[in-house]
């Protein structure tokens, strides 16, 4: 299928000037959107956060952090909100690789074009 990235703003709720602009792999193996857990202080406190475990490709089990609320903008589509995890992950060529996962795509009404590799807009949320 190949590599989809896309440009991502993400923003802490509650104090709107905490904020990260990144690129995303979109992932639908993955769930959420997850950030590396370097950049957790960049959109500063969080009201609510939790620690979850999750499984990797590779089968190995990180621990990593869920904390919210956040805005999350895929460019070129409107905002949403939910949480972001954030893991241990370390730079490639010093550059990390978050994760757009398959729930924040489904609540922005997000599909993957295979062929065109790319995002498409869905006309309807889908309830079935």
Known sequence: MGRIVVQVMISNVLEPSFQIRCDALVDTGTGGLVLPEAWKERLGPFPASRRVEMETAAQRVVTGEACGPVRIQIEGFEPVFNEVIFIPME???????????????????LAVDPVGHRLVRLKYMDLK
């Open 91 to 109: 730079p490639t060529d010093g550059r990390y690789e978050p994760l757009l996962g398959y729930i924040i795509l489904e609540q922005s009404r």
